[in-house]
C-alpha cells in the first residue's frame, strides 16, 4: 500500500529530523507536556465530579427536591406534605425521603457518635440498589410496633465488625435501643456523603404538618418523564397544598427539581468550568508556543524544502511531512504530559479533599486516557498548521533563487508576530483572572464576620434521645457540664449552642411587637440561635445595647432573647429595641434585652437573615457544640481535661468534631482557595510560556538580523541603537497583546463574579498591576537577547 509506505517514511524521516535537533525537540516537548499534563489532570477532576456517572441504577431518571418559597430558597418538608406528594404526583415511579439523624452506638470500649441517614421504606428501591448482604427494608419495618432494624454501609461494616459475614441478624445499640442488623450494602454506595448505618423515618409522632422533619426528597422519574415536567407538576401540587393548609405551609409554594447529580455537583460545577476553560488557554499557549518555534525551523528548512519540490515531491507530500513531524511531537508531549498529569492528579486530589465533592473517584480512567490523546493529536495539529500553512503558499523556484536560507518572509514574521500577541494577552487574561482571586483571598482573611475565632476550641456532644427525658433534667445536665469546664485551667470562658455562627443554624418565624397582623401565607423568617449565657462572650459578638443572659434567665429558659442590630433597625428603626417583645413558636411574649453586631458567614457576601438568641435553658438541645475560649493553654491538653469532666457526669456521652473554630472555618472556604490555587497555577503556567514565546522570537530576530546589526554597528550604529531595534520590535507586540488582554479579561473575568468576594471584576489595581508587571517581565525577556546582539563583533557579524 503505497500511503503506508510513505507515511512510514514520513514517520521515519521526521523523527531523524528531530534527533538531529535534540534542544528544539526538547523545548517542543517540554512546552506541550506542560499544557497536556495541566488539561489532563484537570479533566480527570471534570470527569470523577461532572462527568462520571452516578453509581446506581440508570442515574439520569433520579431527581432531589425540596421545598421552597419567597422567602426561603429550601426549607425540610413535613411528613404529611410528603405523604400527598407521593399519591398527588405523576411523573415518578417512586420516591423516598432523606435526612441526617445523630445517634450514639454504645456496648463497646467507648461511646460512639453516628450520623446516620434516615429515610422512608422504598429508598433503596429508588435508588436502585440492592444489598449486599441480607435484604432490603420493607413496609412492614415502618409500621407501628415493628422492631427497629438497621442496614449498614459497607465501610462501617467492614471497620466495626470487620466484614462479618453473618452480620444480619445481629443486634447493634442505639442510643439505648436495640436495632436489628438486617442487611449491608455494597461498597461506595452511598449519597449524601457516606453514612456508617441507614434507619427508618418509623412510626414517630411526626404526622404534624407543622413539623418539618424530611430534609429532603430522592425520587425516580418515570421512563420518558422529564425534569422540566416534574419541576411543573410539583409546583403545582405545592400551590394546591398551599392552599389547603396555609397556616402550616406559609411561605411554601414551590418545589426544587434537580437531578441527582446537579443537587451534589451544583455548588461546584460553574468554577470547574471555569478552571476547564483556562487550563484550555494554557494549552493554546503552548500551541502557539510551538508552533512560533516550528516557523523559525521551517524557515531555516526553506531550501531543504524547496529541493525536495525540485525532485518532484508534491506540495501535499509536503505538507503532510510538517504535520507527521508536528503529530510526533504532539504524541512525544502527550506521554510526558500523562507523566506530570499523574503526579498533578495526586496532587489535586489532596488539595481538592475538602473542597470538592465526588473527588474521591479521581484517577487516571480510560476516559481521561483517550481525552489526553485525542489532545495529544488536536494539539499537533493545531500548530503543525501554521509551517505547513506557510508553505502551501511558497513558490519553490522564487526559495531556490534566494541565495540565503534563512531570509524571513513579511507573511512569515507577522504570523509569528500575532502568535505571540495571541500568548500574551490569553497570559494577561489569565494572570487577571488569578489576581482578582488572590486579592478576595486576602480581603476574606481579613474580614470581620462579626465574631472573634480566634483560640476558640470547638466540639460536639450527642445526648441520647433515650436519656434525661424528665422534664429540666437535660437542661441540668448541660448546665453541670459547662459548670465543669468552664472551672478547668485554661478557660476563659465556654458556651453552648444549637450551631456555630453561620454553620448550620436554624431559622425560625417571628412576630414582632408593633406590626400590623400577618396576612395568611405571610412570614417574618429569622435565623435563630440557641445558646448559653457564655455565648456572646466566648465567640467575641459585642454587645450593643443592653445586656446577656444571666445564668439564671438562661437555666429556667426565661421568655428573653437578644436580636442582632438588622432585626432592630428593621422594626423599631426610630426607637430603642431594648424592652420590646417578639412572638415565636408560642402565643408567649419574650422580651428583647440587648441588641447584638450583625453576624455573617464566613466567606459569602449573601445578606445574612434578621436574627433572634434565645436561651439554651428554653430549648435544651441533645447535640450542642461546645465552644471554649482558650488562653495560652496547649488545646490537646485541654481537650483532655474537658473529655474527663464530660465523662465524669456521663461516660457514654461522644465528643465528636473536636476542632479549633480557625480551622473549621478554613474549610469552609477551602474551595475559594482551591479555585484560587488552581487558577493562579495555570496563569503562572500561561506567563512562563508566553514569557518564553517573547524571548524566543526575540532570539530569532537576533540571529536571523545578525548580518544587518554588523553592518549597523559597521556604519557607527551604538549599542542602545541595536537594543532599542530589538526591544521595540519584540515590545510592540507585548504591548499589542497586553491591549487586547485587557479587553478580553475585562470581557471574561464577568463570568468569575460568584466566585470572588469583596473584589470587582474589573478591579481597576488588579488590570493595573498584571499589566504593568507582564510588560516588565517581556522587557526582561526582550533585553537578554538583545543585549546578546549588541555584544557580536562587527566584522564576525559581516560574514553571516
Not at 504524541?331 to 470538592?356: E, F, H, N, Y
Not at 501554521?386 to 507577522?414: C, M, N, V, Y
Request: proline residues 5%.
Amino acid at each position: 500500500m503505497p500511503i503506508v509506505e510513505t507515511l512510514i517514511q514520513d514517520i521515519r524521516y521526521g523523527l531523524r529530523m528531530l534527533r538531529k535537533n535534540p534542544g528544539f525537540t526538547a523545548g517542543a516537548v517540554l512546552t506541550l507536556a506542560l499544557g497536556i499534563g495541566a488539561n489532563t489532570a484537570m479533566f480527570s477532576v471534570i470527569n470523577a465530579v461532572l462527568l462520571r456517572p452516578l453509581p446506581y441504577h440508570e442515574p439520569e431518571r433520579l431527581v432531589w427536591m425540596t421545598e421552597s418559597g419567597d422567602e426561603v430558597a429550601n426549607r425540610w418538608l413535613s411528613f404529611p406534605n410528603f405523604q400527598d406528594w407521593r399519591v398527588r404526583h405523576d411523573a415518578f415511579e417512586s420516591m423516598s425521603t432523606i435526612r441526617g439523624w445523630s445517634l450514639t452506638m454504645t456496648g463497646g470500649d467507648q461511646p460512639m457518635n453516628l450520623n446516620a441517614r434516615m429515610i422512608t421504606a422504598d429508598y433503596f428501591k429508588v435508588m436502585g440498589v440492592a444489598p449486599l448482604i441480607g435484604r432490603s427494608f420493607i413496609a412492614s419495618d415502618d409500621q407501628p410496633g415493628a422492631n427497629p432494624v438497621t442496614i449498614l454501609s459497607y465501610g462501617f461494616w467492614q471497620n466495626q465488625f470487620a466484614g462479618d459475614p453473618e452480620i444480619a441478624g445481629k443486634i447493634i445499640t442505639l442510643d439505648d435501643r436495640a436495632y436489628t442488623v438486617i442487611g449491608v450494602m455494597p461498597e461506595n454506595f452511598y449519597h449524601q456523603g457516606p453514612p456508617p448505618i441507614w434507619l427508618l423515618v418509623g412510626p414517630q409522632n411526626w404526622n404534624q404538618r407543622d413539623v418539618r422533619i424530611a430534609g429532603s426528597v430522592i425520587a425516580r422519574l418515570k421512563p420518558g418523564a422529564t425534569i422540566e415536567q416534574a419541576r411543573s407538576e410539583m409546583n403545582a401540587i405545592s400551590q394546591q397544598l398551599a392552599r389547603e393548609h396555609p397556616v402550616a405551609n406559609a411561605g411554601a409554594n414551590r418545589v426544587n427539581v434537580l437531578s441527582l447529580q446537579a443537587s451534589i455537583t451544583g455548588n461546584v460545577r460553574p468554577a470547574l468550568l471555569i478552571l476547564f476553560g483556562a487550563v484550555g488557554l494554557v494549552l493554546l499557549i503552548s500551541c502557539a508556543n510551538v508552533a512560533n518555534l516550528l516557523l523559525a525551523r521551517a524557515a531555516t528548512r526553506r531550501k531543504e524544502f524547496a529541493v525536495r519540490a525540485a525532485l518532484g515531491a508534491t506540495r501535499g507530500r509536503v505538507v503532510r511531512q510538517l504535520l507527521v513531524e508536528s503529530l510526533i511531537l504532539g504524541l512525544a508531549g502527550g506521554v510526558v504530559g500523562l507523566v506530570l498529569a499523574w503526579w498533578s492528579s495526586a496532587l489535586l486530589g489532596r488539595m481538592a479533599q475538602t473542597a470538592i465533592p465526588r473527588i474521591e473517584g479521581l484517577h487516571l480512567s480510560y476516559r481521561v486516557l483517550g481525552f489526553s490523546l485525542v489532545v495529544s493529536i488536536l494539539s499537533g495539529i493545531v500548530f503543525g498548521l501554521a509551517p505547513a500553512w506557510r508553505f502551501s503558499k511558497a513558490e519553490p523556484q522564487e526559495i531556490l533563487k534566494d541565495s540565503s536560507s534563512t531570509t524571513s518572509e513579511r507573511h512569515g514574521k507577522r504570523l509569528r508576530g500575532a502568535l505571540v500577541i495571541a500568548e500574551v494577552a490569553v497570559s494577561v487574561a489569565l494572570l487577571i483572572g488569578a489576581g482578582l482571586l488572590i486579592k478576595s483571598m486576602l480581603r476574606l482573611s481579613t474580614s470581620s464576620a462579626g465574631y472573634d475565632s480566634n483560640n476558640v476550641l470547638t466540639m460536639n456532644l450527642k445526648v441520647s434521645r433515650n436519656r434525661y427525658r424528665e422534664r429540666g433534667e437535660l437542661a441540668r445536665l448541660l448546665k453541670q457540664l459547662l459548670d465543669r469546664v468552664e472551672t478547668q485551667p485554661g478557660v476563659e470562658a465556654a458556651a453552648l449552642s444549637a450551631a456555630l455562627p453561620g454553620l448550620g443554624e436554624w431559622t425560625n418565624d417571628i412576630f414582632p411587637e408593633g406590626r400590623a397582623p400577618l396576612t395568611p401565607g405571610e412570614l417574618i423568617n429569622v435565623d435563630w440561635a440557641i445558646v448559653s449565657a457564655g455565648y456572646f462572650k466566648t465567640l467575641g459578638i459585642p454587645l450593643l445595647k443592653g445586656r446577656t443572659f444571666t445564668r439564671e434567665e438562661d437555666s429556667e429558659g426565661k421568655p428573653v432573647l437578644l436580636v442582632d442590630e438588622n432585626l432592630a433597625r428593621q422594626f423599631w428603626p426610630d426607637e430603642d429595641a431594648v424592652g420590646k417583645h417578639i412572638k415565636y413558636d408560642s402565643p408567649i411574649w419574650h422580651e428583647v434585652i440587648g441588641v447584638v453586631k450583625e453576624t455573617k458567614s464566613y466567606g459569602s457576601e449573601a445578606k445574612p437573615l434578621i436574627k433572634i438568641y434565645t436561651p439554651m435553658g428554653r430549648s435544651a438541645q441533645r447535640n450542642p457544640v461546645l465552644s471554649v475560649r482558650t488562653t495560652n493553654t496547649q488545646p490537646q491538653n485541654l481537650v483532655m481535661a474537658i473529655t474527663r469532666e464530660i465523662h465524669a457526669l456521663d461516660k457514654d456521652l461522644p465528643i465528636t468534631e473536636v476542632a479549633m473554630f480557625d480551622d473549621i472555618l478554613s474549610r469552609e472556604v477551602s474551595p475559594k482557595r482551591f479555585n484560587t490555587a488552581l487558577l493562579s497555577i495555570f496563569a503562572a503556567l500561561a506567563l512562563v510560556l508566553a514569557v518564553t514565546g517573547v524571548y524566543s522570537l526575540t532570539s530569532y530576530a537576533v540571529a536571523e538580523r545578525t548580518h544587518e546589526v554588523g553592518i549597523r554597528m559597521a556604519l557607527g550604529a551604538r549599542e542602545r541603537d541595536v537594543l532599542r531595534l530589538f526591544i521595540g520590535q519584540g515590545m510592540e507586540l507585548v504591548l499589542a497583546g497586553v491591549v487586547v488582554g485587557l479587553a478580553g479579561a475585562f470581557a471574561l473575568t464577568r463570568v468569575m463574579t460568584s466566585l470572588l468576594f469583596a473584589v470587582s471584576a474589573t478591579d481597576a489595581l488588579t488590570f493595573t498591576t498584571v499589566s504593568v508587571g507582564l510588560t516588565a517581565i517581556a522587557l526582561l525577556a526582550c533585553y537578554v537577547p538583545a543585549r546578546r546582539a549588541t555584544k557580536v563583533d562587527p566584522m564576525i557579524a559581516l560574514r553571516y
